[in-house]
């Protein structure tokens, strides 16, 4: 029996909370644009409601090793949203704000939105001998780093596809249309899709259910800027929260059901998997193999 491509774990409710922080600096940053027209004026004090103070405070507490600093301590552990990283950067964030005077012009505000997580991955090959080869898709980054999320797409269904397998190039309609006319469709079939630069991961999904494939295989030919990575992404249609679309998902807020047809219809129905350049071309069926198991 083939092993689900993606499985999303949900905790019950299906809805995953996560903070961040607001920090209310419209003004601050109106007059770093817009400086008064007196700018030689005495400043007022740190905390009048005057904006030109939070534009100083600004300007005299960066440089380029504060700037560096504080990229490095962002960017040094990857923060999956709904994740304990995720809570630590937002805890940083929070005490930064507050070491510079800014605790009555900074809050922490929780809302709810629906993440989804991988919990089994895979992808294997049947030959004409009935053996059978499985496919290592965790890259450098992700064997080196326990905080690093394998690959998956976002929001790709849970199950399983198996079948032949097809290159359709970048997966755009004309590339199918000239599979149509070499006598080739990919109805039944795992499609393979070289990601380029027109089409996100959600339309190229999309388009491949509408040929009526299984699933979707997609390979970056940069390959991780050459460094063996594999890339991650969402493959849902359109942005923001699919639950509390145009409206802010706070606790205890209007939520649509997953059943709803402005939920379902952003969420592909077939299975997708990003993949490595260096794995790519074993993807492609030779006269040994006879069909791919997602």
């Not at 499609?191 to 259910?209: F, Q, S, Y």
């Not at 460094?227 to 849902?236: A, D, K, P, Y």
Request: with cysteine.
């Amino acid at each position: 029996m083939s092993q689900p491509l993606v499985s999303f774990r949900q905790p019950p409710p299906p809805l995953c909370s996560f903070l961040f922080v607001l920090v209310l600096l419209v003004a601050a940053f109106y007059t770093l644009h817009h400086p008064p027209d007196d700018a030689s004026s005495s400043p007022p004090h740190l905390f009048s409601p005057n904006p030109l103070s939070l534009r100083r405070l600004f300007l005299s507490s960066a440089s380029n090793a504060t700037v560096s600093s504080y990229l490095r301590a962002l960017t040094r552990r990857p923060h999956l949203a709904g994740t304990k990283p995720s809570l630590d950067t937002l805890t940083y964030v929070l005490n930064h704000f507050q070491s510079l005077g800014l605790g009555d012009d900074t809050r922490v505000a929780e809302y709810e939105a629906l993440l989804s997580y991988p919990t089994h991955v895979s992808v294997s090959a049947r030959f004409t001998n009935n053996t059978t080869t499985e496919f290592d898709l965790n890259d450098d980054v992700f064997s080196s780093s326990s905080d690093v999320v394998r690959p998956y797409h976002a929001y790709s269904p849970s199950g399983s596809a198996q079948g032949s397998v097809v290159f359709a190039n970048h997966g755009e309609e004309r590339d199918y249309r000239e599979l149509e006319m070499i006598g080739v469709s990919v109805g039944g079939c795992l499609v393979l899709v070289r990601k380029g630069e027109t089409l996100g991961r959600g339309v190229i999904v999309k388009i491949a259910e509408t040929r009526g494939a299984l699933g979707v295989l997609i390979y970056d030919e940069k390959d991780g800027g050459g460094l063996g990575g594999i890339e991650r992404g969402t493959v849902m249609r359109g942005i923001g929260d699919p639950v509390s679309p145009g409206w802010p998902g706070v606790v205890g807020g209007e939520k649509l059901s997953l059943d709803d047809d402005r939920v379902s219809r952003r969420f592909p129905k077939i299975p997708s998997l990003s993949g490595a350049f260096h794995c790519s071309l074993d993807y492609v069926p030779t006269e040994k193999s006879s069909s791919m198991k997602l």
